[in-house]
């Protein structure tokens, strides 16, 4: 069957030519995911225990801002895209990401939309809700976008054709 389309000129076949993988170290991944108990354990002293309940609940606020974000760029950026991501806990990884190798400038675009738009929804909720939990929702965008903006960093200087696969002990990179 594979040969037939070979032949006929309608097989797509993509090989991609890694150029750099960068290694997640274990010691970086368990402290990046502790970081959230000290956090909650200043904000139950500092606050009171109703940070108990707001850190989960920021997690999700964060976690839907992200999704929706994420989920509405690559909605307008065409539905082949979408195909590609999906929500993911693994490693570093958490939320809705992409699945498969995805280029670099679709993967900038919905990060960078994250990174802003999550920052001014929860700039207009500031007035409506209290201190401790405005705290919580901002600790959990810059924890989820911490990796995220990393990936942008590292790729400065390269070209803009990448693609970028996210794993859950590295990110590797690759060029068509």
Same mark, same amino acid.
């Not at 032949?7 to 750099?20: P, V």
């Not at 929500?87 to 280029?103: A, C, E, T």
């Not at 929702?137 to 200087?157: E, K, Q, V, Y």
């Given at each position: 069957?594979?040969?037939?389309?070979?032949?006929?000129?309608?097989? %797509?076949?993509?090989?991609?030519?890694?150029?750099?993988?960068?290694?997640?170290?274990?010691?970086?991944?368990?402290?990046?995911?502790?970081?959230?108990?000290?956090?909650?354990?200043?904000? %139950?002293?500092?606050?009171?225990?109703?940070?108990?309940?707001?850190?989960?609940?920021?997690?999700?606020?964060?976690?839907?801002?992200?999704?929706?974000?994420?989920?509405?760029?690559?909605?307008?950026?065409?539905?082949?895209?979408?195909?590609?991501?999906?929500?993911?806990?693994?490693?570093?990884?958490?939320?809705?990401?992409?699945?498969?190798?995805?280029?670099?400038?679709?993967?900038?675009?919905?990060?960078?939309?994250?990174?802003?738009?999550?920052?001014?929804?929860?700039?207009?909720?500031?007035?409506?809700?209290?201190?401790?939990? %405005?705290?919580?929702?901002?600790?959990?965008?810059?924890?989820?976008?911490?990796?995220?903006?990393?990936?942008?960093?590292?790729?400065?200087?390269?070209?803009?054709?990448?693609?970028?696969?996210?794993?859950?002990?590295?990110?590797?990179?690759?060029?068509?």
């Amino acid at each position: 069957m594979l040969e037939q389309q070979r032949e006929n000129g309608n097989a %797509t076949i993509y090989q991609y030519q890694l150029i750099r993988k960068f290694h997640i170290p274990q010691l970086l991944l368990l402290s990046y995911l502790l970081v959230p108990i000290p956090v909650l354990l200043v904000g %139950t002293f500092l606050f009171s225990w109703h940070a108990l309940f707001y850190m989960p609940a920021a997690f999700l606020i964060v976690l839907w801002i992200h999704f929706v974000v994420s989920h509405s760029v690559l909605l307008i950026r065409g539905p082949m895209y979408r195909k590609k991501w999906r929500l993911r806990f693994s490693g570093i990884w958490f939320g809705f990401l992409p699945d498969h190798h995805m280029g670099y400038s679709v993967l900038q675009q919905v990060l960078l939309q994250s990174l802003w738009i999550g920052f001014v929804f929860i700039g207009v909720l500031v007035a409506w809700l209290p201190l401790p939990f %405005t705290l919580a929702l901002l600790f959990w965008h810059f924890w989820f976008m911490a990796p995220r903006m990393s990936i942008l960093l590292s790729m400065r200087g390269q070209s803009k054709d990448v693609m970028i696969k996210l794993n859950p002990q590295d990110v590797s990179y690759y060029v068509q």
